[in-house]
């Protein structure tokens, strides 16, 4: 089994290519958006969470990578590299292949923060949630950034004391 959380993309459908039958750069944020499924797992966050807790993840800063033409009808797999994390944050790193392992297509890195929905506040991850994700960053940091830029958690709440 991989160290890196990994899931399936739903294959590009032929309606989304583009005149010169490449996907445009839009699409590539629908389909890091459509296997986020595998960083709630990594999380340890069951499917019902957000039905059951009315809590979730609202990216705070983020921004794309654009390496390789990706075409209708291709399967994209994508993998999850955890760069930092907090009690109610997660910075992660999305990159997208082909099927296989062949180069990433795209990346897309994310700063994402833990919400109560009802209260539109941030709220630290559940206890077991956030040991994961201190787990996965330990591991993942043992390896090179795979691609491009980094954006980093900041603020520290022992900075803003001191």
């Given at each position: 089994?991989?160290?890196?959380?990994?899931?399936?993309?739903?294959?590009?459908?032929?309606?989304?290519?583009?005149?010169?039958?490449?996907?445009?750069?839009?699409?590539?944020?629908?389909?890091?958006?459509?296997?986020?499924?595998?960083?709630?797992?990594?999380?340890?966050?069951?499917p019902d969470y957000l039905a059951r807790t009315n809590?979730?993840?609202?990216?705070?800063?983020?921004?794309?990578?654009?390496?390789?033409?990706?075409?209708?009808?291709?399967?994209?797999?994508?993998?999850?590299?955890?760069?930092?994390?907090?009690?109610?944050?997660?910075?992660?790193?999305?990159?997208?292949?082909?099927?296989?392992?062949?180069?990433?297509?795209?990346?897309?890195?994310?700063?994402?923060?833990?919400?109560?929905?009802?209260?539109?506040?941030?709220?630290?991850?559940p206890e077991a949630a956030a040991a994961r994700a201190g787990k996965l960053v330990e591991l993942h940091?043992?390896?090179?950034?795979?691609?491009?830029?980094?954006?980093?958690?900041?603020?520290?709440?022992?900075?803003?004391?001191?």
């Open positions: 089994m991989s160290i890196w959380p990994e899931g399936f993309a739903p294959e590009i459908p032929a309606a989304w290519a583009g005149p010169d039958g490449l996907v445009p750069r839009v699409r590539y944020l629908e389909l890091f958006e459509a296997v986020l499924e595998p960083f709630d797992r990594a999380l340890g966050l069951p809590c979730s993840t609202f990216a705070l800063e983020s921004h794309v990578v654009y390496l390789d033409d990706a075409r209708a009808g291709e399967r994209l797999l994508c993998r999850f590299h955890f760069a930092d994390a907090d009690e109610k944050r997660v910075h992660y790193l999305q990159t997208l292949h082909r099927a296989g392992d062949g180069p990433a297509l795209a990346a897309y890195e994310c700063l994402c923060m833990h919400v109560d929905l009802g209260l539109r506040r941030g709220l630290p991850f940091r043992r390896h090179p950034w795979p691609v491009g830029p980094r954006l980093g958690i900041r603020f520290r709440a022992e900075t803003a004391a001191a």
